[in-house]
């Protein structure tokens, strides 16, 4: 069992930037990929960004350029770097462990609120 907690979340103006961090505990051997999940009111949670133990990146096309996944594997936690934040960026961010086919596996921690105003 993993345990996930996010933090980092605010209220930023448009272009504004945020830092979020989630740390992960538990069966944490089981943790190969990473990856932030963002649920926008209203919407399906969706992948943003993601990281292999090894640092292999990939992001949604909508926040290529302006966000960065990081991870620290000594410490157990991942960070997304959130640059010129759009009001679509609103929403409850979330990290998770990636299995193999791609599909988030730990029990989803509570979130980070992260609302852009424009």
């Known amino acids: 069992q993993v345990q996930l907690v996010e933090s980092g979340g605010g209220l930023v103006q448009a272009g504004g930037s945020l830092r979020l961090s989630c740390v992960y505990s538990?069966?944490?051997?089981?943790?190969?990929?990473m990856g932030w999940y963002r649920q926008a009111p209203g919407k399906q949670r969706e992948l943003v960004a993601s990281?292999?133990?090894?640092?292999?990146?990939t992001y949604v096309d909508s926040v290529k350029g302006r966000f960065i996944i990081s991870r620290d594997n000594a410490k157990n936690t991942v960070s997304l770097q959130m640059n010129s934040l759009k009001p679509e960026d609103t929403g409850v961010y979330y990290c998770?462990?990636?299995?193999?086919?791609?599909?988030?596996?730990?029990?989803w921690g509570q979130g980070t609120q992260v609302t852009v105003s424009s």
């Open positions: 990281i292999t133990r090894r640092g292999a990146i």
């Open positions: 538990g069966s944490i051997f089981s943790i190969i990929n």
């Open positions: 998770n462990g990636i299995n193999g086919s791609g599909l988030a596996f730990c029990d």
